[in-house]
């Protein structure tokens, strides 16, 4: 078995050395072939230009095809070609080497990272007309210090754990009554006696295993009045033993059964449909991943839950942030032609049709989203407080990585797993810390 688990290991972690940041891969439209009816016809109606705009997304599933078919909307009406690709868990490798050669694609997504990150590289859209329209909630979140802000939020991120509603009846587990991580372990219990699997992961993507830390860490170390490490984190005083915590956690769960037995070579979009066909109770992702499971299985019956707390004393919260949120090149040999489909993106119909794609709420004023079944759900949560991304806002940029190395150390039940988590976290965060 030890074996066995440091092979698949090693291809994790090999597939890891390319991966960036939250997201899966995505899957581009097949191109048209070029001597069809509706190609030429596109073609022939297109106003003619001879530029061509390049677009790289860290997008996945259905919001990525709708992007890409909104470029191509864009090129029919104006007739500025736009190269669109999503190369999925590469994306942030791909961006660091272009952000360190100077070479960027003409727009970029930037997911969570707009201003800490790739602010330098962005021209600011203060300027810009749908900038008076970005909704509250976001600003803050795409602000800089200096009022400045540098992308157009398609929509506004705003997740919890997933789960399928027909699991938890059959297993007796009423989400409403899973305040604690107590209280969620007794309901994977009744899942995994019930046939299922409590928790799915699709470790082939890596970005899977990263997001268990971002949903669980700030509860146990960040959100609770009394004691909490904010501070910590902020000034690079904190004590990785602390991370003894949620490495244990981890462990707990994997050898209680709760993970999927190839949890480190099932991908995303597996991990999607399994929640859709009712295989699996919880998963710890965004809402993109209740719309990519109702692609597969339309009548399947989803909901979001808010995060659980580390004790009574705490209260349940949400996770917010950019999803889809687009800027433009500040060198871009195009840029005006970027501004014009970066404003295209903002007209209210696209827009809407964007961030239906991925079941959230749109970022601008005005503009309605159609979240489907998802809808009562951020009725019901509209309270809740919201946290933002853990990895975002506590972890020096560049540690997404060992996050979602270290989560794959426990997982393939490696030796000193979680010794070596804490290890490779402190190392990691001391270097990036004293870079910042």
């Not at 998963?283 to 659980?308: C, H, S, V, W, Y």
Request: some cysteine.
């Amino acid at each position: 078995m030890k074996k066995f688990t440091s092979i698949i290991l090693s291809i994790i972690l090999s597939m890891t050395m390319f991966a960036g940041c939250s997201k899966a891969p995505g899957e581009a439209a097949p191109a048209k072939e070029t001597g069809s009816t509706e190609a030429k016809t596109e073609t022939e109606n297109a106003p003619k230009s001879d530029v061509k705009l390049t677009f790289m997304s860290n997008l996945t599933g259905m919001g990525s095809e709708a992007l890409e078919q909104a470029c191509k909307d864009f090129t029919t009406e104006t007739g500025i070609q736009v190269e669109y690709s999503a190369p999925g868990a590469h994306y942030e490798e791909l961006m660091k080497t272009k952000m360190a050669a100077q070479d960027l694609p003409d727009l970029f997504t930037t997911h969570g990272w707009s201003v800490a990150r790739y602010s330098e590289y962005l021209r600011p859209i203060n300027d810009q007309p749908f900038a008076k329209d970005i909704v509250d909630s976001i600003k803050p979140i795409i602000t800089d210090k200096d009022g400045q802000m540098y992308v157009l939020p398609s929509d506004v991120d705003l997740a919890g754990i997933v789960y399928n509603i027909d699991v938890m009846d059959k297993s007796g587990v009423k989400v409403d009554d899973i305040k604690t991580w107590t209280d969620f372990e007794a309901a994977c219990e009744k899942i995994k006696a019930a046939g299922f699997t409590p928790i799915y992961i699709g470790g082939k993507d890596s970005w899977t295993i990263g997001m268990l830390f971002n949903w669980i860490a700030p509860s146990l170390y960040i959100t609770n009045e009394s004691k909490n490490f904010r501070d910590a984190f902020k000034d690079g005083t904190f004590d990785w033993k602390n991370w003894e915590e949620i490495g244990s956690m981890l462990d707990k769960w994997n050898k209680a059964g709760y993970f999927n037995v190839n949890a480190l070579t099932s991908d995303y979009m597996t991990m999607a449909k399994a929640l859709g066909e009712g295989k699996v109770g919880f998963e710890f992702n965004g809402n993109g991943t209740i719309t990519d499971a109702l692609n597969a299985f339309p009548d399947a019956k989803l909901g979001m839950m808010t995060i659980p707390t580390k004790d009574a004393s705490d209260q349940p919260t949400l996770v917010s942030g950019e999803r889809l949120a687009t800027g433009v090149w500040k060198d871009s040999p195009h840029v005006d032609e970027a501004l014009q489909l970066l404003n295209y993106l903002a007209r209210p119909e696209v827009c809407a049709k964007l961030a239906t794609a991925n079941g959230v709420p749109a970022g601008l004023k005005g503009v309605e989203s159609d979240t489907g079944i998802l809808k009562p759900f951020y009725e019901k949560y509209e309270s809740v407080k919201t946290i933002p991304y853990f990895d975002r806002e506590y972890l020096p940029s560049g540690m997404w990585d060992d996050l979602c190395i270290t989560g794959a150390y426990i997982i393939a039940e490696q030796e000193n797993a979680i010794a070596d988590a804490i290890k490779q976290m402190e190392t990691s965060f001391k270097d990036k810390f004293s870079q910042k």
